[in-house]
T-cell receptor, first 115, second 117 residues
Framework: DSGVTQTPKHLITATGQRVTLRCSPR?????VYWYQQSLDQGLQFLIQ???????AKGNILERFSAQQFPDLHSELNLSSLELGDSALYFC??????????????FGSGTRLTVV | AQSVTQLGSHVSVSEGALVLLRCNYS??????LFWYVQYPNQGLQLLLK??????LVKGINGFEAEFKKSETSFHLTKPSAHMSDAAEYFC???????????????FGTGTLLAVQP
């Protein structure tokens, strides 16, 4: 157990639907990062939150959004789902938001299948 | 900006043989470099990291990597492969930013290591 909890582990949904993925960071970590892993795109950085504020944005589609709540858990919302959104979505956390950092701790991921 | 190139998407070695997984990076600031391992249907686990100081870094499971600035490389090695090393390995880079900038990790495309008996 890495200390980063992601739910659900698996999600199957239809095209056009909306889903929410949840991540609880490791205790004491202030930063949460979301990554998408697919066979054709590899590991793509989506977005980072630090202590409730958006810190960096990567290759995140406009149909996707995220937030980090006061208790530091984060949610990734995916809407108007397409077949191509099927992927493994990882959350990671780290103690720092900027400056020197020494790597993340990853959760075990949510496997999203859009049918 | 940073980027990582992993040479060889698939590497196959015999059990007991040397493992060498190649990673070259590009970074506009002093880099921090990482190797992660991903076993099937699992998340990513940190193998080792280079931040500052000693350029030869030792990690878990007998792996090590050497930071070579002149070659912009951070290759992963293990003297003797074990069947349990079969997994996908990712090299990643972030920058030594200060003052609140993001420290997002940029990953390579991964190398799938197969270990033959």
């Amino acid at each position: 157990d890495s200390g980063v909890t992601q739910t659900p582990k698996h999600l199957i949904t239809a095209t056009g639907q909306r889903v929410t993925l949840r991540c609880s960071p490791r205790s004491g970590d202030l930063s949460v990062y979301w990554y998408q892993q697919s066979l054709d795109q590899g590991l793509q950085f989506l977005i980072q939150y630090y202590n409730g504020e958006e810190r960096a944005k990567g290759n995140i589609l406009e149909r996707f959004s995220a937030q980090q709540f006061p208790d530091l858990h984060s949610e990734l919302n995916l809407s108007s789902l397409e077949l191509g959104d099927s992927a493994l979505y990882f959350c990671a956390s780290s103690a720092a938001g900027g400056g020197i950092d020494y790597g993340y701790t990853f959760g075990s991921g949510t496997r999203l299948t859009v049918v | 900006a940073q980027s990582v190139t992993q040479l060889g998407s698939h590497v196959s070695v015999s059990e007991g043989a040397l493992v060498l997984l190649r990673c070259n990076y590009s970074s506009s600031v002093p880099p921090y470099l990482f190797w992660y391992v991903q076993y099937p249907n699992q998340g990513l686990q940190l193998l080792l990291k280079y931040t500052t100081g000693a350029t030869l870094v030792k990690g878990i499971n007998g792996f090590e990597a050497e930071f070579k600035k002149s070659e912009t490389s951070f290759h992963l090695t293990k003297p003797s492969a074990h069947m349990s090393d079969a997994a996908e390995y990712f090299c990643a880079v972030t920058g030594a930013y200060y003052g609140g900038a993001t420290n997002k990790l940029i990953f390579g495309t991964g190398t799938l290591l197969a270990v033959q008996p």
